[in-house]
């Protein structure tokens, strides 16, 4: 998954089963700084990414639903994980 300059998510929505997920987050050259937060799950945050670099975070989700993502320095920035 990727933050956009145009203060979006690359995708919607991510798609995973319950246990451990791994999010490879990038930042694109010529975009604002953007994270990865999961308010909801513990552990599931990327540090604030610059343009042109990334960062991978491991967690665990055990409970199916749907999970909002976050950026935290833009507040329209959202997307959701959904665990079937």
Do not use: W
Not at 20 to 32: E, L, M, N, T, W
């Amino acid at each position: 998954m990727s933050g956009l300059p145009s203060m979006t998510f690359s995708a919607s929505e991510l798609v995973a089963k319950p246990g451990k997920i791994r999010v490879d987050f990038s930042v694109p050259a010529g975009s604002a700084p953007h994270n990865f937060v999961i308010p909801r799950v513990n552990g599931a945050f990327t540090r604030i990414v610059s343009a042109g670099n990334s960062q991978s975070v491991t967690f665990t989700v055990t409970e199916p639903g749907s999970y909002q993502i976050v950026c935290t320095i833009h507040a329209n920035m959202t997307a959701t994980l959904k665990i079937t």
